[in-house]
């Protein structure tokens, strides 16, 4: 072979006792085959074979079989985030004339999938309150496909009784998904609970730190594989080796980081509850949530993120006051080893319920930084909130808090 011949072939190397831990990037999009018959044959080398890059290479089935194993499903699909993840879940599975009920608390673009692109496609959807499991058997209908659901509730935390809905569901003949970026496999496992479909969101927990976007789909019936995989294919969408391998590296250390995010969480959503300008605590390990019983029936443990709501007088100040954190950053996503926190609005996000507290909802997000000085900078917030309270009220601090 001539030196030109051979830049182009790839000489075989023994891999014999190579045996690394960490998991290979293979970059693909040609694969190719021994002769024209196996080429021919390649179709029947189904979901499990490798037969172009886009369907799959031995990084992102690594990536997969670790998620199918910990959701106790059947088999996964990787998606280029978890919002894909969301939107493929549901498209294989409904067409026009069909009916979908989704949780009114969905992470909201998956509301305005619903509301734009469903019904575009003729699917008539409605929402249901996450709290009400005879609003879902309610507003069931013959056509009903789909339920979908995501617990706890985006921002709000509301936890379902996804048994029941999913019971409810089932008897109609309809399938259901559920978004479970919050608890992560480690914290609930829907597939366990009556759920058909579980999605990830792994640019969050699963990730971990806040450079890579992904999300999963995994399902528990061989039945569904097909459709999830032809759509997939159809739309030519893939994920790259080289994200899964990040997603990979991250996943090694879930269980701690959650751990020990959930730990803090904790504590802080506790402290945070005495404080006077703190009208709510929205985390569902608190006994006193309304949502706490179902959760600690169903899941596994809490995490990283939960919100609060200030007290209406001071709302005002709050994104003044925001300024004042110094390591908690100021950012959307979350689930990464930094702390993060966000004002969300979530007024226009709901149909099915009303939301009667504040309309102003800070989500915080914990991360690996120092329990102390953590918590240091949420007193620096606190007293920010409340200083500018006094302020814009003309009130002593101390009055402040009475009238807060
Ligand atoms: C962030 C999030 C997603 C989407 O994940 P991306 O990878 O950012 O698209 C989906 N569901 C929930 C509940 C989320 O919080």
Redesign the pocket.
Known sequence: MNDLTQCVLTPEVSTAGFDPLGVGVHRASTIVFKDAAAYAARGDRGHQGYSYGLYGTPTTRTLEAKLTSLERGAWTFLAP????A?ALAILPFVAAGDHVLMVDTA?P?MRDLAESDLRRLGVDVEFFDPLSPEDVARKMKANTRLVWC?SPG?TTMEIMDLPTVAAIAHQAGALVGV?N??ATPLNFKPLLHGADIVTE????FVSGHSDV???SITVKDSALIQPVRALIGRMGIGVSPDDASLVLRGFETLGVRLRHSESIALEFARKMAEHPLVSQVLHPALETFPGHAVWKRDFLGSSGVFSITVAEAAAGQVSAALDAFRLFAIGA??GGTRSLVAPMSIGRFRSATSWTGSDLILRLSIGLEDREELWADVERFLKALQERHAEANNLSPKAAVRHG
Do not use: H
């Open positions: 985030s978890g919002q894909a969301n992470y673009p995501e985006s978004d970026t919050w969101g792994l640019t969050k976007l992904m999300g996503s979350w």
